[in-house]
């Protein structure tokens, strides 16, 4: 069976910028499923979304390789076809709930915007249907008739859930739905993103620095620096006996209950000098050889399962 | 709402009793002593005894507060005094003027927003394309050139060259149209910038980027939505550009001879005409409160984080 999404040896380069935000980046996607991006800040997990969408800012300076949703060639489509696609095929939710919202529309006249439009509904079935969506993540239907400044963020949050799945898309590209969220509404709105999957069948790639929120619902993971992925695996794999020392290092940065207290958390070291050739985690790796600033490393079959790029552990 | 409402018009209230005292102020303690004005007007000769006569009828002997408040009962009642120089009550003067300025004003101001509202959102749609880059080029060359230098260019090719348009003589439509403009050519270059420029930041807002990944029309992002939000801004903008256009015209009935009140007050300024000048000061406040007013309301009534009270105001 074909994935739905395929992205193949994806780059993304900006302007004056040395290396690619995204840099020969390879996944795929089956229905249903859930693909965890986990990486810090800067690792091109938003570029790699925006990319997906065929949202190019101006300061983009070359794109290549391949990106298709079930089979469809997405880098280079016209304008109009691929708003067909965008919102019933493939949508996003957005990293930022607080300005996701337009400020001065009531979230029902936003609702029926987009139901207008993509699905043709009146403005009254529009209504009944975005009651039904709010009552699936579980907010009151008085919402509608509030602007966006009077929810709070948990709310606007879920609001964005609801208008995704309204047009109950085959793919959702989820850019840190969490992450502005406190740590007991996001475990809710996780659950409510689990749950809408299943009513929907949507696949779901789950971008994020939060690893506790991917191992939760993720599939797959696959773990990203400075624009590559580095490691690509099952979500228990990757987790449980991760290969790569860069996953090893972010894994070990989450504070765990059986720790003892008084053991300080790992830090992942800084790198020293700019990166010139090589491993681009080589400054910063404990386990560095010297063929490390030499080569590259590829991303092939590590030895327990799934694919990691490192000379030291594959 | 109302609170609000009530808020601001006691503000508004509370600048023009400012103003009419600093106008009342500047009546006592510019001009010397008026009753020496008024019989050096009249031919008599100043001896004490006449002063103080006249300082009498003047009502100058009594206390400065007394003297306020019934300078302050006149001019409620439409009495601005006499002019010095021609004897004529301020008032009939007035009511000749005002209506001659009123047209330049509000056909200068229908003239912008006629021009700048369609220019200033097709150059935001067509940013940086040809229609974009000769607008701009356009609107610079407006803002560049002081405005009774277009007055002097538009009279010679207009009047002089072409023979098109009158420059002096009754107050026809045809003769409005030089003078509205002139007024209007440095405004509309202004807010053609300020309309492409809160149209543009609109579209970066992330409440675009969301209907644009549902792939809604850019028609519909651009009037259902980002229109009214860059409205806002404008809006307020405008309240106060109306009435820097009732100062703004002084130089441009000057230089058309154009009956209204700058002319009026350049004349008075010339003959240090005081009542006159009080007069031009309180109304152009009374003018200013006004407009400020209506704009606010407006704004009321357009932006609901003003009308409810709340969120992050733009």
């Known amino acids: 069976m074909e994935p739905l999404l395929v992205v193949e040896h994806f780059s993304v380069q900006y302007q004056r910028m040395d290396r690619p935000a995204v840099d020969d980046v390879s996944l795929s996607l089956n229905p249903g499923q859930v693909l965890g991006v986990v990486g810090e800040s800067g690792c091109g997990k938003t570029t790699l979304i925006k990319g997906i969408l065929g949202f190019f800012p101006h300061c983009v300076a070359g794109v290549a390789g391949s990106v298709r949703l079930e089979g469809k060639e997405l880098l280079g489509l016209p304008d109009k076809e691929r708003r067909n696609l965008l919102g019933t095929s493939m949508d996003v939710i957005a990293q930022d709930s607080g300005t996701s919202l337009n400020p001065m529309k009531r979230i029902g006249k936003q609702f029926s915007q987009i139901l207008g439009e993509k699905l043709g509904l009146s403005y009254q079935s529009s209504m009944i249907y975005a009651r039904e969506l709010l009552a699936r993540v579980n907010c009151p239907k008085e919402l509608l008739n509030r602007f966006p400044f009077q929810l709070s963020g948990g709310q606007r949050q879920r609001v964005l859930i609801a208008l995704a799945f309204a047009l109950r898309p085959k793919l959702l590209l989820a850019d840190e739905p969490t992450s502005a969220l406190d740590v007991t509404v996001q475990g809710q709105v996780l659950r409510e993103l689990e749950l809408l999957r299943r009513d929907c069948k949507s696949a779901i790639l789950l971008i994020s620095h939060n690893l506790g929120a991917v191992s939760r619902i993720a599939d797959q993971v696959a773990v990203m620096y400075q624009g590559q992925v580095v490691e690509y695996g099952e979500t228990h794999q990757v987790m449980d006996t991760p290969s790569h020392p860069y996953t090893k290092g972010l894994i070990a940065c989450v504070p765990s209950l059986s720790l003892p207290k008084s053991q300080r958390l790992y830090n992942i070291p800084q790198g020293g000098k700019e990166w010139e050739g090589g491993c681009r985690f080589a400054s910063r790796c404990p386990e560095r050889i010297p063929d490390c600033q030499r080569q590259a490393p590829q991303l092939r079959p590590g030895k327990k399962g799934g694919l990691v790029a490192c000379h030291c552990c594959g | ?314």
């Not at chain 2, 001009?31 to 009498?56: C, F, K, S, W, Y």
């Not at chain 2, 939505?225 to 550009?241: D, F, Q, R, T, Y």
């Open chain 2, 1 to 314: 709402m109302p609170g609000y409402l009530i808020k601001k018009l006691g503000r508004l209230l509370l600048v023009l009793i400012g103003v009419s005292l600093i106008a009342f102020g500047m009546t006592h303690w510019i001009q010397g002593n008026p009753a020496e004005l008024v019989l050096a007007q009249t031919g008599v000769d100043p001896t004490q005894e006449e002063i103080e006569r006249m300082e009498h009828q003047l009502g100058l002997d009594r206390s400065l507060p007394e003297q306020y408040l019934t300078w302050i009962e006149k001019v409620l009642q439409g009495d601005f005094g006499t002019s010095y120089i021609t004897g004529v009550p301020v008032k009939e003067e007035l009511a000749y003027r005002v209506p001659a300025t009123l047209k330049l004003t509000i056909g200068a101001f229908l003239v912008t927003l006629g021009l700048a509202v369609p220019l200033g959102i097709w150059s935001a749609v067509q940013k940086d394309k040809l229609p974009d880059v000769l607008t701009r080029g356009a609107a610079s060359m407006g803002l560049a050139v002081p405005g009774f230098i277009w007055g002097l260019l538009l009279c010679y090719w207009f009047s002089v060259r072409l023979g098109l348009l009158p420059m002096t003589g009754e107050q026809t439509f045809a003769r409005l149209v030089l003078p509205v403009l002139t007024l209007s050519l440095p405004l509309t270059s202004r807010y053609i910038c300020v309309i492409r420029g809160c149209i543009l930041e609109q579209l970066e807002e992330g409440y675009v980027f969301l209907l644009r990944s549902k792939g809604l029309r850019e028609r519909t992002i651009l009037w259902g939505n980002v229109l009214k939000n860059a409205a806002v801004p404008v809006v307020s903008l405008l309240g106060l550009s109306l009435g820097s256009l009732l100062g703004g015209s002084v130089v441009v009935e000057s230089l058309f001879s154009w009956p209204g009140l700058g002319s009026y007050l350049i004349t008075s300024i010339n003959n240090r005409d005081y009542p006159v000048i009080t007069a031009y000061v309180l109304l152009m406040a009374v003018a200013f409160v006004l407009i400020n007013g209506l704009a606010d309301l407006l704004l009321c009534l357009l932006d609901p984080r003003i009308r409810l009270g709340g969120g992050r105001q733009t």
